[in-house]
């Protein structure tokens, strides 16, 4: 089981030297991958006072594909992923072009995890329509897929026109594996079981969420494939208060049949690079990696 970090997002903010020392970091302390999430503009919550989600215009986002980009030159083995990017929002072939300089970039080692999202002003100010999104992700995956794997594609679909046209580079995997995060609807559980090499879901391991993996295999059986080549991701959010499970809960995951675990070490009022680097020590000293 890979163990690996997800960036902590708005918790380094704009902090050039601290994003490359925890990069650097998570490299010498063994980790396998740093993975990161995605927005990319953020509700003005003034006008809105009804607003009830988590992030808004004053939430610091690093844009995932220049921060693995520049993490990329920082470090020699770590691989990336992203958890989630909201696909739909974004132009498909640029997606594909920049995960392929990304893959080319960490020497093969990213993953494109992808997701549908919630913000319909994201959505508005990036010119895309937001109804669409989980249908469309689904041809999105398969232009993606084709970019990544021909020189050339030559494609017309429902959203998608590609005349004789490609991307270069290509990336060094090809295709690149592409993950979706989620789960909470059976339409969404049923794309994973069908088209994704991999699955981020947002439980922990517990009956309940064990027997929704069982759905997915079983789904993926249906669909005429082998369950365990589909992978898992797991969170693990690393409170100080509970650290005495660490070890447990990571095993826990492992137990579930996780192929990689992404260890979250925000939302415990670490402030700053350096906190979190001693938050990833202190996970090391608890469990191996």
């Given at each position: ?21 925890f990069?650097q ?11 990161s ?6 509700a ?22 220049v921060?693995f ?5 920082a470090t ?5 992923s ?5 696909l739909?929002?974004?132009?498909t072939?640029?997606?594909?072009k ?8 960490c020497g093969?080692?990213?993953r ?5 999202g ?9 010119n895309?329509?937001f ?17 990544w ?6 494609y ?21 594996p592409v993950?979706i ?16 090499d991999?699955w ?23 669909f005429?494939r ?28 492992e ?6 675990i ?5 939302n ?22």
């Amino acid at each position: 089981m890979d163990i690996g970090i997800v960036f902590p997002q708005m918790e380094i903010n704009s902090d050039r030297g601290g994003v490359k020392a925890f990069g650097q970091a998570a490299e010498s302390l063994g980790y396998t991958h740093i993975s990161s999430f995605d927005h990319v503009v953020g509700a003005n919550l003034e006008n809105r006072p009804d607003w009830k989600m988590q992030y808004s215009v004053a939430s610091e986002f690093h844009e995932p594909f220049v921060l693995f980009g520049f993490l990329a030159g920082a470090t020699e083995n770590l691989g990336f992923s992203t958890s989630v990017l909201i696909l739909p929002q974004r132009q498909t072939a640029l997606v594909a072009k920049q995960a392929a300089t990304v893959d080319v970039l960490c020497g093969g080692r990213f993953r494109l995890g992808i997701g549908t999202g919630w913000n319909e002003v994201e959505y508005e100010s990036l010119n895309e329509d937001f109804k669409s999104r989980g249908k469309r992700s689904e041809e999105q995956i398969e232009v993606m897929r084709a970019l990544w794997s021909n020189q050339t594609v030559d494609y017309k679909g429902e959203w998608h026109s590609i005349p004789d046209a490609g991307i270069t580079p290509l990336p060094i995997q090809q295709p690149i594996p592409v993950w979706i995060g989620g789960g909470a609807t059976n339409v969404v559980l049923r794309r994973i079981a069908r088209i994704a090499d991999g699955w981020m879901p947002q439980w922990q391991p517990n009956d309940e969420s064990l027997a929704e993996l069982e759905r997915v295999h079983g789904m993926a059986k249906e669909f005429g494939r082998d369950p365990s080549g589909i992978g898992l991701d797991g969170r693990l959010p690393l409170l100080g208060e509970n650290s005495d499970s660490w070890a447990e809960r990571a095993q826990a995951w492992e137990a579930a049949g996780a192929t990689h675990i992404s260890i979250l070490t925000m939302n415990d009022g670490l402030r700053g690079a350096d906190a979190h680097i001693r938050r990833l020590e202190e996970f090391r000293s608890a469990v191996p990696v």
